[in-house]
């Protein structure tokens, strides 16, 4: 008996790993994800073709030397340039989305690592890379390259246990950039909690000025208090994985308001992993709620002539998609 | 399989299982990065971007590069790609061999005048590290600047 409930404890637990997610989710995913990763190249990580102009600096990391990669170059990072760009706008359309899946990811692996060996490593990259090599791991319901098809893969309400790991994948990455940050800061002052009484962000402002960072230099206390809300927030973080509906989409906005906070007295936007927190958002339910208030907005007037009320329909439909909400929520 | 009109596509036993796996030591690889490695191991290196403690009377430095103008200007030199094409980061990486050989800061004049053919150009420049100590955690009064390194641009 106890074996059985610890192997359905198990079986649960595993099952985390792989929650049934609409596709429309992936294909929303695919056309935001691979257009942001040309945005990255242009404003972001956008010194590596200039890497390859002045290989001078280039100093490989890790992953890097481990396969062997050549020396940037001109013709090697301009080849990557072309590749990437051409690679993420098909994929951003969800045709051909494992192909050209599975050239934009270790093809822009390979572009942040450049971009990051002259010594200083950001640490903003990993959703987004993870998300890279996850989205083509989920097959599309349509194969190859169909101009019109049944289907619209935005629309596509099909839940899939592949789907939701790559989905699940994307959110524990961005809730460890948080976690790991805070266990990072804990080791960083020799294990203890020194950090947030430290005068970091007043090192960290001095070093970055600009008006709103150096209005705060006056007043320490409101960086402390900073501080200690900052590190409370990214320990706790892997509780939003868990969260539900409202109370997760609150945990997300804590988080996109702290990188605002960020951005405001830093300057540090983190942009490649806020928009990673899209992950979080039931973006399946944008072309059905498109559709629902077009409908509702034709059938109103109808209502109206006719003087009645509601469909019966609509009822019907408005349980189909709180039975659909309550499976997913928190996927 | 289906359910309420809504298909439902499921992973087979293998595919869950090595999906569960990559998921697994991928976490595994991210806590080993954070508790043993350095920033090499990117991407699964520590996430150290501001995370060490400041003394409450710790002294910051904040290097620049001074330039003065063939318009008789002085200025500070935008250390970012646009501005004169190296980062700030860079400079304070190199520092030490800036300081030993100064013509060095020639790349960052060259840089300067390349994208900005239409601005004055630079003719001396300076580096300088500026010094602010702390008392009890604030910033009591201006940096003290200090010259590292002067260059007369070519």
């Given at each position: 008996m106890s074996a059985e409930v610890e192997l359905t404890r198990t079986q649960r637990a595993l099952d985390w790993f792989t929650p049934a997610i609409a596709l429309a989710r992936i294909a929303w995913l695919r056309t935001i994800l691979y257009l942001f990763v040309i945005l990255d190249m242009h404003a972001f990580v956008r010194d590596t073709r200039l890497k390859g102009e002045?290989?001078?600096?280039?100093?490989?990391?890790?992953?890097?030397?481990?396969?062997?990669?050549?020396?940037?170059?001109?013709?090697?990072?301009?080849?990557?340039?072309?590749?990437?760009?051409?690679?993420?706008?098909?994929?951003?359309?969800?045709?051909?989305?494992?192909?050209?899946?599975?050239?934009?990811?270790?093809?822009?692996?390979?572009?942040?690592?450049?971009?990051?060996?002259?010594?200083?490593?950001?640490?903003?990259?990993?959703?987004?890379?993870?998300?890279?090599?996850?989205?083509?791991?989920?097959?599309?319901?349509?194969?190859?390259?169909?101009?019109?098809?049944?289907?619209?893969?935005?629309?596509?309400?099909?839940?899939?246990?592949?789907?939701?790991?790559?989905?699940?994948?994307?959110?524990?990455?961005?809730?460890?950039?948080?976690?790991?940050?805070?266990?990072?800061?804990?080791?960083?002052?020799?294990?203890?909690?020194?950090?947030?009484?430290?005068?970091?962000?007043?090192?960290?402002?001095?070093?970055?000025?600009?008006?709103?960072?150096?209005?705060?230099?006056?007043?320490?206390?409101?960086?402390?208090?900073?501080?200690?809300?900052?590190?409370?927030?990214?320990?706790?973080?892997?509780?939003?994985?868990?969260?539900?509906?409202?109370?997760?989409?609150?945990?997300?906005?804590?988080?996109?308001?702290?990188?605002?906070?960020?951005?405001?007295?830093?300057?540090?936007?983190?942009?490649?992993?806020?928009?990673?927190?899209?992950?979080?958002?039931?973006?399946?339910?944008?072309?059905?709620?498109?559709?629902?208030?077009?409908?509702?907005?034709?059938?109103?007037?109808?209502?109206?002539?006719?003087?009645?009320?509601?469909?019966?329909?609509?009822?019907?439909?408005?349980?189909?998609?709180?039975?659909?909400?309550?499976?997913?929520?928190g996927a | 399989m289906c359910n309420g009109g809504v298909t439902s596509i499921r992973l087979g036993r293998v595919g869950k299982a090595v999906r569960v796996f990559v998921a697994l030591a991928g976490i595994g690889l991210l806590i080993n990065g954070s508790v043993h490695a350095t920033d090499d191991a990117w991407p699964f290196g520590p996430m150290s971007q501001y995370a060490g403690a400041v003394a409450d009377d710790a002294s910051i430095t904040y290097t620049r590069i001074s330039a003065q103008t063939d318009a008789g200007t002085t200025v500070d030199v935008p250390l970012n790609i646009e501005g004169a094409g190296v980062a700030r980061a860079e400079i304070e990486a190199r520092t030490g061999e800036i300081v030993a050989d100064p013509s060095l800061l020639q790349a960052v004049a060259d840089g300067w005048a390349r994208k900005h053919p239409d601005q004055p150009k630079y003719v001396k420049l300076e580096l300088i590290r500026d010094t602010t100590t702390l008392v009890k955690g604030r910033v009591e009064g201006p940096p003290r600047p200090e010259v590292l390194a002067t260059w007369q641009v070519r």
């Open positions: 002045h290989p001078g600096l280039y100093q490989p990391l890790f992953l890097a030397r481990l396969f062997d990669l050549p020396k940037p170059s001109v013709a090697n990072t301009t080849t990557l340039y072309v590749v990437l760009i051409v690679a993420c706008l098909v994929a951003s359309t969800n045709r051909l989305p494992r192909l050209a899946g599975w050239i934009v990811a270790p093809a822009f692996t390979w572009w942040v690592l450049i971009g990051m060996s002259d010594g200083k490593v950001d640490h903003d990259h990993l959703a987004l890379v993870v998300a890279l090599w996850v989205l083509p791991t989920v097959a599309p319901r349509t194969q190859g390259w169909k101009w019109r098809r049944e289907i619209s893969p935005y629309a596509d309400q099909t839940t899939s246990e592949a789907a939701g790991w790559a989905i699940r994948c994307v959110q524990i990455s961005v809730i460890a950039t948080y976690f790991l940050s805070a266990i990072a800061k804990l080791r960083g002052s020799g294990w203890t909690l020194a950090w947030p009484s430290s005068a970091i962000l007043t090192w960290a402002i001095v070093r970055r000025p600009h008006p709103v960072g150096e209005w705060l230099l006056h007043h320490p206390w409101m960086l402390h208090v900073m501080q200690w809300v900052g590190i409370i927030g990214e320990l706790l973080s892997p509780v939003v994985l868990w969260l539900m509906g409202r109370w997760q989409l609150l945990g997300a906005l804590f988080f996109i308001g702290f990188h605002v906070a960020n951005t405001a007295i830093l300057l540090i936007h983190f942009l490649p992993t806020v928009v990673c927190w899209l992950a979080f958002a039931p973006l399946e339910r944008i072309v059905p709620w498109f559709r629902k208030r077009w409908s509702s907005g034709s059938s109103d007037r109808a209502d109206s002539a006719a003087g009645s009320g509601s469909d019966p329909g609509e009822a019907e439909h408005q349980a189909e998609e709180a039975r659909q909400a309550k499976e997913q929520a | -």
